[in-house]
């Protein structure tokens, strides 16, 4: 069960409606925007070389330096078009990355919000929070540098290939048996290089998972005297870390090697034949007329920007492949959140009757199998009823409290709420009806006001009175505005519990309350206070309680004791 008084209904779209819109998003537009707008500016760079080339011949045959001017001009223009334009699309394509981040995140954290506490299947709370934090990050230089490098690699070299191929089919046919080898072998070198990142970020995750898992039961380990096989377990783990991130490193200086040698050779050879061209020893070529110095400069000065755009694609190969593992861990958390029941709630009013609750011959048992905690179970609380289970540790009190909330489903019966049939397309409208109270709310770090409204809009006044039926009213005015630290740090156990039930007090929706231990490991003083305004708020609303106090149970209409009979 969620520790907050609020239970939580399921919201948000399906992960996979989500990723078919992916293609029409804004984010997307933009980051194809941005690549047009770069390869533009790579683009510009042949009317800069066809001048300078123009300059440079009239100079040769003895044109004053005043013929240079307009070709300087032109060539200071374009390179100020070709700043802006890049600019501009490295900063769209920033945004666009972020934005693209933020929506995933936003959809993985949504689905995980969904997902039930009592789902085993969920991921760990540090591979969870390595995902969204730490390994998402990774997406941004992928969308934002790999996508547009990949674009400019596939338009700007066929481009520049038709620039130089009318003056000499001997370059271009160079450049074009050089260039697919490029591609080629990073292709080859990406298969490795995406299973590789996979690794590394699975073991990153496990390694995040297990180190928060360990901080939690700090005390219990040194009360165990396992500090030491923890810390050599960590000591493992970080060592398996190393090795896979130096593979992965490995194959992204390779790829970048293999560039290198490639784009080398290329403008080698073309640089060779122009050469040989201009000193007359090569004559072929040049489509049965000699290129000349204007020409043989122009292809010369193409080449190296005909192998830029593969070279900065080898730059961000392995963007490529981390960003694509972080993709698909985002996509994984979004898929399995959407697994879970409910559906989108619109917020409405609290009906003026009570709902009934029923349970109909359920049986169910703990995933892993063991034996049934319900066996043909039945239940029937009348609307507005207050009911309390009793039982030992371990007799499904919490189980019970799970099954009405639909957190958990039946193997066998039927939950019904309000005379409706709990199934997975309506268990989020159902549970946005209820309320939760356990013996250990979460506490966010902030003011006693602000754990109350939870980003409700609730005005002062309605803050005011859910404080005092609390009974917090001389805590708050004690307090002020003092912030409380994450966890309920600077608050007592009775006045957190008593905070969830301020909670509970400004909520207009809730007809049902489920209430699990709220007295548990109080004083007696304050599981009176506790019971007197829980009793209190549940007026005209269905109250089932999972308690051991035999006080508090005794306030109830009726007690049901869960290895036994039903008592009034």
Same mark, same amino acid.
């Given at each position: 069960?969620?520790?907050?008084?609020?239970?939580?209904?399921?919201?948000?779209?399906?992960?996979?409606?989500?990723?078919?819109?992916?293609?029409?998003?804004?984010?997307?537009?933009?980051?194809?925007?941005?690549?047009?707008?770069?390869?533009?500016?790579?683009?510009?760079?042949?009317?800069?070389?066809?001048?300078?080339?123009?300059?440079?011949?009239?100079?040769?045959?003895?044109?004053?330096?005043?013929?240079?001017?307009?070709?300087?001009?032109?060539?200071?223009?374009?390179?100020?078009?070709?700043?802006?334009?890049?600019?501009?699309?490295?900063?769209?394509?920033?945004?666009?990355?972020?934005?693209?981040?933020?929506?995933?995140?936003?959809?993985?954290?949504?689905?995980?919000?969904?997902?039930?506490?009592?789902?085993?299947?969920?991921?760990?709370?540090?591979?969870?929070?390595?995902?969204?934090?730490?390994?998402?990050?990774?997406?941004?230089?992928?969308?934002?540098?790999?996508?547009?490098?990949?674009?400019?690699?596939?338009?700007?070299?066929?481009?520049?290939?038709?620039?130089?191929?009318?003056?000499?089919?001997?370059?271009?046919?160079?450049?074009?048996?050089?260039?697919?080898?490029?591609?080629?072998?990073?292709?080859?070198?990406?298969?490795?290089?995406?299973?590789?990142?996979?690794?590394?970020?699975?073991?990153?995750?496990?390694?995040?998972?297990?180190?928060?898992?360990?901080?939690?039961?700090?005390?219990?380990?040194?009360?165990?005297?396992?500090?030491?096989?923890?810390?050599?377990?960590?000591?493992?783990?970080?060592?398996?870390?190393?090795?896979?991130?130096?593979?992965?490193?490995?194959?992204?200086?390779?790829?970048?090697?293999?560039?290198?040698?490639?784009?080398?050779?290329?403008?080698?050879?073309?640089?060779?034949?122009?050469?040989?061209?201009?000193?007359?020893?090569?004559?072929?070529?040049?489509?049965?007329?000699?290129?000349?110095?204007?020409?043989?400069?122009?292809?010369?000065?193409?080449?190296?920007?005909?192998?830029?755009?593969?070279?900065?694609?080898?730059?961000?190969?392995?963007?490529?492949?981390?960003?694509?593992?972080?993709?698909?861990?985002?996509?994984?958390?979004?898929?399995?959140?959407?697994?879970?029941?409910?559906?989108?709630?619109?917020?409405?009013?609290?009906?003026?009757?009570?709902?009934?609750?029923?349970?109909?011959?359920?049986?169910?048992?703990?995933?892993?199998?063991?034996?049934?905690?319900?066996?043909?179970?039945?239940?029937?609380?009348?609307?507005?009823?207050?009911? $309390?289970?009793?039982?030992?540790? !371990?007799? @499904?009190? %919490?189980?019970?409290? =799970? *099954?009405?909330?639909? #957190? &958990? /489903?039946?193997?066998?019966?039927?939950?019904?709420?309000?005379?409706?049939?709990?199934?997975?397309?309506?268990?989020?409208?159902?549970?946005?009806?209820?309320?939760?109270?356990?013996?250990?709310?979460?506490?966010?770090?902030?003011?006693?006001?602000?754990?109350?409204?939870?980003?409700?809009?609730?005005?002062?006044?309605?803050?005011?009175?859910?404080?005092?039926?609390?009974?917090?009213?001389?805590?708050?005015?004690?307090?002020?505005? $003092?912030?409380?630290?994450?966890? !309920?740090? @600077?608050? %007592?156990?009775?006045? =957190? *519990?008593?905070?969830? #039930? &301020? /909670?509970?007090?400004?909520?207009?929706?809730?007809?049902?309350?489920?209430?699990?231990?709220?007295?548990?490991?109080?004083?007696?003083?304050?599981?009176?206070?506790?019971?007197?305004?829980?009793?209190?708020?549940?007026?005209?609303?269905?109250?089932?309680?999972?308690?051991?106090?035999?006080?508090?149970?005794?306030?109830?209409?009726?007690?049901?004791?869960?290895?036994?009979?039903?008592?009034?």
């Amino acid at each position: 069960m969620v520790d907050v008084s609020i239970l939580p209904a399921a919201t948000g779209k399906p992960a996979a409606e989500a990723s078919a819109r992916k293609a029409a998003s804004p984010a997307a537009r933009a980051l194809r925007l941005a690549s047009l707008l770069q390869s533009l500016a790579s683009l510009l760079w042949a009317p800069q070389a066809a001048l300078l080339s123009y300059a440079v011949a009239g100079m040769a045959t003895g044109s004053g330096v005043r013929e240079a001017v307009l070709p300087a001009v032109g060539i200071v223009a374009f390179g100020l078009l070709r700043a802006l334009c890049d600019a501009a699309g490295s900063r769209m394509a920033f945004r666009a990355a972020r934005d693209e981040l933020s929506r995933l995140r936003a959809a993985a954290a949504e689905s995980l919000a969904r997902r039930s506490p009592l789902d085993i299947a969920r991921p760990a709370s540090g591979l969870a929070a390595s995902v969204l934090a730490e390994q998402a990050e990774t997406v941004v230089p992928y969308l934002s540098r790999f996508q547009p490098a990949r674009m400019r690699a596939v338009v700007v070299p066929l481009v520049l290939l038709g620039c130089i191929v009318p003056f000499s089919w001997a370059a271009g046919l160079v450049l074009a048996v050089a260039a697919p080898l490029i591609p080629l072998f990073m292709a080859l070198i990406g298969l490795g290089a995406k299973a590789a990142s996979e690794e590394q970020l699975v073991e990153l995750g496990g390694m995040n998972a297990f180190l928060l898992d360990r901080l939690r039961g700090l005390a219990t380990i040194r009360s165990l005297g396992a500090v030491d096989a923890t810390a050599r377990r960590l000591r493992a783990d970080a060592e398996s870390l190393r090795r896979r991130t130096m593979v992965v490193l490995r194959i992204a200086f390779l790829s970048s090697a293999v560039l290198e040698l490639f784009s080398a050779l290329g403008v080698a050879m073309v640089a060779g034949y122009i050469g040989f061209h201009l000193l007359g020893v090569f004559s072929f070529g040049s489509w049965g007329e000699p290129l000349g110095l204007g020409r043989g400069l122009f292809i010369l000065l193409l080449a190296p920007a005909f192998f830029e755009p593969l070279r900065e694609l080898s730059a961000v190969w392995h963007d490529r492949a981390s960003g694509q593992a972080a993709l698909a861990a985002l996509s994984r958390l979004a898929d399995e959140g959407a697994r879970i029941v409910g559906a989108d709630v619109p917020e409405a009013a609290r009906s003026s009757a009570a709902p009934a609750l029923d349970l109909h011959t359920v049986s169910f048992r703990h995933a892993g199998g063991g034996a049934a905690v319900f066996d043909g179970f039945d239940l029937h609380v009348v609307p507005g009823e207050h009911v $309390a289970l009793f039982a030992p540790s !371990g007799a @499904g009190k %919490s189980t019970l409290l =799970a *099954l009405l909330a639909g #957190l &958990a /489903r039946p193997e066998a019966g039927q939950v019904v709420i309000g005379g409706e049939v709990m199934t997975d397309a309506n268990a989020g409208r159902l549970r946005a009806r209820m309320a939760y109270v356990g013996q250990a709310p979460h506490i966010f770090a902030g003011t006693l006001a602000g754990n109350v409204t939870l980003h409700r809009d609730i005005g002062r006044e309605g803050v005011t009175g859910a404080l005092e039926a609390a009974r917090l009213g001389d805590v708050a005015a004690m307090r002020g505005p $003092a912030p409380i630290g994450e966890g !309920g740090r @600077g608050l %007592s156990g009775g006045e =957190a *519990l008593r905070l969830a #039930l &301020a /909670r509970l007090a400004v909520d207009d929706h809730a007809d049902i309350i489920l209430a699990d231990e709220p007295t548990a490991h109080l004083d007696s003083a304050t599981a009176a206070e506790v019971s007197d305004a829980l009793v209190e708020l549940a007026r005209g609303r269905t109250l089932v309680l999972a308690t051991h106090d035999a006080r508090l149970a005794a306030r109830m209409d009726r007690i049901v004791y869960l290895g036994g009979e039903a008592r009034a």
